[in-house]
């Protein structure tokens, strides 16, 4: 049973490297040296040349750290450290909630400071390159120790219970488990919109004026009120422009990207909220919390059933069974169903966008709009116009911008 368990862990890991890796390739080779008819009037040869250039650097870059996330998990099986750090917590405390605690932390922990570098590289060298850095040393070092806190207070509030649940009740603990997750993934939207979003951004109410009278007689159209339109600072981190809708009831809030308000008339801003709109109006947001609130429950019930097998702990070296390590682990092996479930998911996401740029249109009857805004976001953030199906397929939450174009037009 080990050999198996072995195998599925490995063989998953390695799948999935050469399935990322197969589609990065082909994202590249799909480039075409002519640009797309819809967007001859957003680019030149220079800025079409330069939003591949920025593809092609974001992919090796992709390739590299892939490659090297690859090498270290390898490293890590093979070596048995995960039972070194196992002895180590052991060491530390005789309480199986600390060592749990303690356990997780440092792999969290690790894994992040490795992978600085890499985030360093991405942010001050290739988005620097391209115009789209506006991170400083300063921001990017407070972001860090911002997000160290809510890890440790959040995964906290969450790993603690479930160390607590599977060990004191090993036969029916994952469905208490399941009861407080499910309850803490709706009151996440709240805390997310009232405490760790102005953590890290600045929002400011909209100003009266043209912009904000227009999409409030938008949404008293669809009777849909609004608790907030903020317009977010993004523009303190990044070139990219964007926009966001989320929480519940009275939480409910758009956010807008400064750098969209600059960079777009009012139709367009108008169109992009009417799209967000869309995907609370057509039960998106509660159709993604479901699906994650049934994955979860399957995870924890799938995990209560093999937490107890030693053969999976002895593939990383570890002899003696734990709740904390077996999260660990059972995440690995849970690999190849969460790579089916990530690809569904985002089959679902795709459609869910066609979805709201239908309900974009009908609502503000201003198909131009959307369009033009769908042109202008991507060429402001250089997007790649000719992705690859297979890119498309395994990894794109929404549906290259030229299907969307072509759907939007066909709409009448």
């Known amino acids: 049973m080990e050999?198996?368990?072995y195998l599925i862990i490995v063989s998953a890991i390695i799948l999935e490297y050469l399935l990322s890796s197969i589609g990065s390739i082909l994202?590249?080779?799909?480039?075409t040296p002519e640009?797309?008819?819809?967007?001859?009037?957003?680019?030149d040869k220079e800025k079409y040349a330069k939003s591949q250039e920025y593809l092609k650097d974001r992919t090796k870059f992709s390739l590299i750290s892939s490659t090297f996330s690859l090498i270290l998990i390898m490293i890590v099986i093979h070596t048995g450290i995960f039972g070194h750090l196992n002895d180590f917590v052991n060491a530390q405390t005789d309480h199986y909630l600390?060592?749990?605690l303690l356990f997780i932390a440092i792999?969290?922990?690790f894994q992040d400071i490795i992978s600085i570098p890499f985030s360093i590289y991405s942010t001050f060298v290739i988005e620097q390159k391209f115009g789209f850095n506006k991170t400083t040393i300063g921001l990017f070092i407070s972001d860090k120790f911002k997000g160290y806190a809510i890890f440790i207070v959040l995964g906290s509030i969450i790993i603690a219970p479930i160390l607590y649940l599977f060990h004191s009740y090993p036969s029916y603990g994952w469905l208490i488990a399941w009861s407080l997750l499910t309850v803490f993934m709706i009151a996440i939207q709240p805390v997310f919109i009232h405490v760790i979003s102005p953590m890290f951004n600045k929002f400011t109410p909209l100003d009266d004026g043209e912009l904000r009278?227009?999409?409030?007689k938008y949404t008293k159209l669809i009777n849909f009120p609004l608790a907030r339109i903020d317009i977010m600072d993004g523009s303190k981190r990044s070139a990219h422009s964007n926009a966001y809708f989320s929480g519940f009831g009275k939480s409910r809030r758009i956010a807008i990207f400064d750098t969209l308000v600059d960079k777009h008339s009012t139709e367009e801003i108008v169109s992009v909220v009417a799209h967000e709109v869309g995907h609370y109006k057509l039960k998106h947001v509660i159709q993604g919390t479901i699906i994650g609130i049934i994955e979860t429950g399957v995870m924890l019930f799938v995990f209560s059933k093999i937490m107890?097998?030693?053969d999976l702990f002895s593939v990383f070296g570890v002899d003696e069974l734990s709740v904390h390590a077996g999260l660990i682990f059972f995440s690995m092996l849970y690999a190849p169903v969460s790579m089916v479930t990530s690809i569904i998911s985002s089959i679902i996401s795709r459609q869910n966008e066609f979805s709201a740029d239908k309900y974009s249109y009908e609502t503000t009857n201003n198909k131009e709009a959307l369009i033009s805004m769908l042109i202008g976001l991507a060429a402001n953030n250089l997007s790649h116009l000719t992705p690859h199906p297979f890119k498309v397929f395994l990894t794109y939450s929404h549906p290259p911008v030229l299907d969307r174009i072509e759907a939007i037009q066909k709409l009448s």
């Open 98 to 100: 600390f060592r749990g």
């Open 308 to 310: 107890n097998d030693l």
């Open 27 to 31: 994202d590249i080779r799909s480039i």
């Open 107 to 109: 792999i969290y922990f």
């Open 35 to 43: 640009i797309p008819k819809d967007f001859q009037v957003a680019y």
């Open 3 to 5: 050999n198996f368990y």
């Open 213 to 216: 009278t227009a999409i409030e």
